[in-house]
């Protein structure tokens, strides 16, 4: 007698249940279980399709920003000019105060990183948003890209020469034999400044996020806690994490800019304060972060 194919359904090499047409039917083998496409949705952790847009808005927010500020430019500042030349301002003493003398010019690339990264980092405190720097993916965007602009800035400055003398120590001259010491180690250092970049901002704002949406989660899961914001407290320390970590991503890029422009021997008029200035920065950008 002919085994009954409708009882138990077949199982094909994936593990997936075979649905089996009966007898006097076509044999039709069709999977089970069909493949479900992975949409993204408000709230899930990381979304990488509305990471994507967030930093889109945020970089047409700072596009906007920076048209508006130079349309509103006035010998007497007032207003929005006013604010816009504070900032300004800020910035470029933030940068010259790490990197010397020198570094107004670095200022447009490190204040437009510092805007980016605050941007990025306080928009996920809006409702329906999150932070584009809580994805692992653009913060190591802008790792990579600020080690690119630290190398191009190390070879313009010293030459293809004074760029790879620069991984053979300070006192390569006087100690040539430190070579084969410093040289290795100094390459690995440089080589994993863009990952410490990316995986600090992301550690931080992502942590932050989670433990936004866990406290969030906890006041609506009950009628009589939905109104309660735990989270409030929380939104309030993250104004001051955004900062912090904008500070510390733009600080530490001086810093590498600083340590490709500066060297004992060409810089030793410059005075004691531009020798340890990158020296106390980075100090100060670890303790804080």
Known sequence: MPQDLTRKPAESFTGKPLMIAQEGEPKKVTEGTEAKEHKGEIG??????????NAYLVTGL???????AGKSLRKIPRGFSNFAEFVAESLNSFTVGIIGPDG???????????L?????????????F???TSNISLTLALGLFTFAMVQYVG??????GGYVVHFMGPKFGKFPAMFFLMFPVEVISELVRPLTLAIRLFGNIFGEDVILFALAGLGAASQLTRFIPFHAPVMLLSLLTALVQAMVFSTLACIYISLVSHHDD???????????APHDAAAHATHTS
Do not use: Q
């Open 266 to 276: 060409d810089h030793a008029g410059h005075g004691e304060h531009n020798a340890d």
């Open 44 to 53: 899930t952790i990381p979304d990488a399709h509305l990471l994507l847009n």
């Open 155 to 160: 070879v313009k400055n010293n030459g293809l």
């Open 62 to 68: 700072l596009v906007l920003f920076a048209v508006v």
């Open 104 to 114: 107004e010019k670095y200022t447009p690339i490190i204040g437009t990183i510092f």
């Open 130 to 132: 999150h932070s584009p």
């Open 116 to 128: 980016y990264i605050l941007a990025c980092n306080l928009i996920g405190l809006i409702p329906v």
